[in-house]
């Protein structure tokens, strides 16, 4: 049996449950309360290709990103966010050549797109492989423009 209760500015959420040990109490942040999850496989190239959306002028925030694939001389992989006016920025830009390649990447800190930006993904080069992400969709009061971010990031 568990109980949620949701603290107000403190955006946790604190979960008692049982265990063969007894009563334990679990902290939770947004990232593992909320979040959600894509994954995509290929076998040749892909163009560039929506990975995740947001909603409107929502904004995507990456938690953890995972990147296995062949070794391809001559291969590449690409995600990255971009815009309608398209505005764009990498993620992770990834040479594929004479090993395989294995991302895995939790971050601890932000790596949130701006209003309206949608994460690609590119596939040069015909080699199988797949990515795994899990993001937060946020609204559009915690999301910023692009410009905005482009001036506090030092673009």
């Given at each position: 049996?568990?109980?949620?209760?949701?603290?107000?500015?403190?955006?946790?959420?604190?979960?008692?449950?049982?265990?063969?040990?007894?009563?334990?109490?679990?902290?939770?942040?947004?990232?593992?309360?909320?979040?959600l999850w894509?994954?995509?496989?290929?076998?040749?190239?892909?163009?560039?290709?929506?990975?995740?959306?947001?909603?409107?002028?929502?904004?995507?925030?990456?938690?953890?990103?995972?990147?296995?694939?062949?070794?391809?001389?001559?291969?590449?992989?690409?995600?990255?966010?971009?815009?309608?006016?398209?505005?764009?920025?990498?993620?992770?830009?990834?040479?594929?050549?004479?090993?395989?390649?294995?991302?895995?990447?939790?971050?601890?800190?932000?790596?949130?797109?701006?209003?309206g930006a949608?994460?690609?993904?590119?596939?040069?080069?015909?080699?199988?492989?797949?990515?795994?992400?899990?993001?937060?969709?946020?609204?559009?009061?915690?999301?910023?423009?692009?410009?905005?971010?482009?001036?506090?990031?030092?673009?």
């Open positions: 049996m568990w109980a949620v209760q949701i603290v107000g500015s403190l955006n946790k959420v604190f979960q008692q449950f049982k265990t063969h040990w007894g009563y334990a109490l679990h902290t939770l942040n947004y990232r593992q309360v909320h979040g894509q994954s995509v496989s290929w076998t040749a190239a892909v163009v560039k290709t929506p990975l995740v959306s947001p909603d409107g002028e929502d904004s995507i925030e990456i938690s953890d990103i995972l990147i296995t694939a062949e070794k391809k001389a001559g291969g590449s992989i690409t995600i990255h966010f971009e815009d309608a006016a398209a505005n764009t920025k990498d993620v992770v830009k990834s040479t594929v050549a004479d090993g395989v390649l294995n991302v895995a990447s939790n971050f601890g800190g932000k790596v949130q797109g701006w209003q949608v994460l690609y993904y590119t596939v040069v080069g015909t080699f199988t492989g797949s990515i795994l992400i899990t993001f937060v969709k946020h609204g559009k009061e915690n999301s910023i423009a692009y410009n905005q971010m482009k001036k506090s990031s030092g673009w």
